[in-house]
């Protein structure tokens, strides 16, 4: 299982990096918004800290635009994924960015048969955004059941990137299911360590080691 940080900030960026588990990183519009940075030049410097797939999003939403997008996004470095939105006009600019070897990421899924569509069209990543379906009040995690056992059935080499993660039992959920990836914000990566027991029996050990050296 991959981990991805879902963040456009360099300071936790770097913090995680340092603990050796940051696999990749992946952005979108709203998080480069918050982060208060231009686009390029935060990729960039990500590209800098981390060695792996570092996923740009397009801005555009018609082929011409998006594929003109993808094609710079491309050029910055050989880990630049593209993001595209799920939707026909995401598809084409896919096909067509796969076909010169530029990677893509699609983002905003929902469905495993959108997820399909994406694979079929040659897509690197598909990302279902399985918070946000907890947030209609259905189940997220029966997407990533739906999909992996799609997936097993066809074999599609398209890897399977879980976004919109809310908490650690996301994460653990998505690594029972058998999911490649899961891009998380940067409080997960707390949360999946952080064990109360883990703190408890530090304390000992240090007061007792005190007490032998005494
Ligand atoms: O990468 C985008 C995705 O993870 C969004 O998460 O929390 O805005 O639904 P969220």
């Known amino acids: 299982m991959k981990f991805f940080l879902d963040t456009a900030e360099l300071e936790d960026i770097k913090k995680y990096a340092a603990w050796g ?3 990749g ?9 918050k982060a208060g940075v231009d686009q390029e030049t935060r990729i960039k410097e990500i590209l800098e800290i981390v060695d792996g797939p570092i996923s740009s999003e397009v801005n555009a939403t ?10 710079k996004f491309g050029a910055w470095h050989e880990n630049v994924f593209v993001k595209l939105p799920t939707t026909p006009e995401g598809l084409q600019a896919c096909k067509i960015l796969r076909s010169e070897g530029i990677k893509v990421n699609m983002t905003l899924i929902f469905s495993v048969s959108q997820a ?5 069209a040659g897509a690197n990543f598909v990302s279902p955004f399985i918070g946000r379906v907890d947030d209609m009040s259905q189940d997220g995690m029966s997407l990533i059941e739906e999909m992996t056992q799609v997936w097993m059935n066809y074999g599609f080499d398209t890897e399977i990137l879980v976004a919109s993660i809310r ?3 996301h994460v653990v ?24 027991l883990t703190d408890i029996g530090l304390a000992k050990f240090i007061e007792d080691s005190k007490k032998s050296q005494a």
């Open 21 to 23: 588990v940051v696999d």
């Open 62 to 71: 018609d082929v011409e635009g998006m594929v003109e997008e993808g094609r």
């Open 173 to 196: 959920d998505s690594m029972r299911l058998g999911a490649d990836i899961a891009t998380m914000p940067p409080k997960i990566f707390d949360q999946l360590m952080k064990h109360p």
């Open 25 to 33: 990183v992946t952005t979108n519009p709203s998080l480069i918004a």
């Open 167 to 169: 908490h650690p039992r």
């Open 116 to 120: 399909v569509m994406c694979a079929k």
